[in-house]
């Protein structure tokens, strides 16, 4: 008469292991690491922000004069690219959520972390973190192999210039935000070429149209209205222009005004506060919806 041998059962080292915070984020952490396109978009940034800024370098001596150093910023030939390497990195913060809706996993996620909200701030911090590094470090090489190419131009980046200083940190800080921008539309459209899409129209497309409009008909209101939108407003933490004229304005000849634009720190702040809101809404929305 034989025996029955009882099947070996397994236990999970995690088990009796509460979810805490400090899981949750390396959970993320390693999730994001796992997935092959975030190696090529981060490539991508770190291309793109050393890349633009080596060939706009490269042609300073055709685009900038001695006559003109002076009022084009120097810091402009770095951070030349800070647009694209702002768009590559939303598609990086929409790929982060959106990726674990199209696969299901989002609901293993959700299951062991019931609470939900700590999923979404987990999520935040690992995509800032990662985004911020890896293009402040491409910031910095840019500005260190672009160096010798603005000094034979005689264009000098002074670190000591405060205004300077700023439009460097710009880079990395308008990119991590309009990477949190995405997660949070991720979150709300739960589908990767939407949420892709509608960072793009909102940043690219829709400021397009409306700068269009207002050099095609010299209104103030589209103009006034351009200074609102999420691009134009943060980007200036980057690129600041004292004044904005309107086209139209004095110098058109049309009915339109000088009308001030925002400065570096409170543009900054508005896309940051568009930024929020979205943020509140995807909570919302996270804890209402069926994964």
Known sequence: MSTVTPAPTFTSPFAGSKVTFPRLLLSEWRKLWSLRSTWWVLGITVAIIVGVALLISAAAGSLVDAQHVSVVPPTTFVTAGYNFAALVAASLGAIAITGEYSTGQIRSTLSAAP?????????????????????????????????????????????????QVRALLGVPLYATVVALFAVAVGFLIRNTPGAIVTVVALFFLIPGIISGIAAATQASWAENLNKWLPSSAGERIVTYFAHSTAPG?????????????????????????????????????????DA
């Open 115 to 163: 609470g939900r909200l700590s999923v979404l701030w987990a999520k935040l911090t690992v995509v800032a973190v990662v985004n911020f590094v890896v293009i402040a470090v491409s910031t910095a090489i840019a500005f260190l192999v672009t160096h010798p190419v603005l000094d034979s131009h005689s264009i000098k980046i002074d670190l000591s210039n405060g205004e």
């Open 249 to 289: 304005g004095p110098a058109g000849g049309g009915g339109g005004a000088d009308l001030p634009a925002f400065t570096a720190w409170p543009g900054f702040a508005v896309l940051c506060a568009y930024t929020l809101v979205l943020i509140i809404a995807g909570a919302i929305l996270l804890k209402r919806r």
